[in-house]
């Protein structure tokens, strides 16, 4: 597509609860990144993938969270039994290639929970 | 380990004025330096970026940057002013492989 797109833009989901935030980079766009936006911070590294496989994880917060790209487009982040501390803007960024590192970034998914 | 600090939670300029945000860096050998803005509603945008070379790089709407290693710094600066520049931007430093961000500095801009 034209630019990154984000799915959900938004999502309110009950603690407990396990959500999927769904991430299409621009066409052609080897590396993809997923940071996560709290409120008055700079977005926060979680991981990037080059193709398929995921190059660095080392930012997940824990093992509630994981990543996905299986066909090495699309990717999906996914959280289980969310917890009231997820809440943010949970932003995804592609790159033409990897190590080109000039990211176009998604608007966002922004994840309440209650 | 890899760091940004944005010393200006918020800087308030009046319109025509001049600009300058500050970001100082912590970085291990010589950096990719980047500065994003984000104006509400919006994606992240990339004003510039500075991988080697010429010390002052030019980047989009009217900003540029200055890389200075002396003082791990990359401010960014505009001589003047519009009010379509209030937005947020967040200076970011990194690898080839990963990007780092500072917590951001918004910008308010006076009449």
């Known amino acids: 597509g034209a630019g990154v797109s984000q799915t959900p833009s938004n999502k309110v989901t009950e603690k407990g609860k396990y959500v999927e935030l769904r991430c299409d980079p621009i066409?052609?766009?080897?590396?993809l990144y997923w940071y996560r936006q709290s409120l008055g911070q700079g977005p926060e590294f979680l991981i990037y993938?080059?193709?398929?496989?995921?190059?660095?994880d080392s930012g997940l917060p824990n093992d509630r969270f994981f990543a996905v790209r299986p066909e090495g487009s699309v990717s999906t982040l996914k959280i289980q039994r969310t917890e009231r501390g997820d809440s943010a803007v949970y932003l995804c960024a592609s790159s033409l290639e990897f190590g080109a590192n000039v990211l176009t970034f998604g608007a966002g998914s922004r994840l309440t929970v209650l | 380990a890899q760091s940004v600090t944005q010393p200006d939670i918020h800087i308030t300029v009046s319109e025509g004025a001049s600009l300058e945000l500050r970001c100082n860096y912590s970085y291990g050998a010589t950096p990719y330096l980047f500065w994003y803005v984000q104006s509400p509603g919006q994606g992240l945008q990339l004003l510039l970026k500075?991988?080697?070379?010429?010390?002052l790089v030019q980047g989009i709407k009217g900003f540029e940057a200055e890389f200075k290693r002396s003082q791990s710094s990359f401010n960014l600066r505009k001589p003047s002013v519009h009010w379509s520049d209030a937005a947020e931007y967040f200076c970011?430093?990194?690898?080839?492989?990963?990007?780092?961000f500072g917590a951001g500095t918004r910008l308010f801009v006076k009449a």
């Open positions: 993938f080059q193709g398929t496989g995921a190059a660095d």
């Open positions: 500075y991988f080697s070379g010429d010390t």
């Open positions: 970011a430093v990194g690898d080839p492989f990963k990007t780092i």
């Open positions: 066409s052609g766009h080897t590396a």
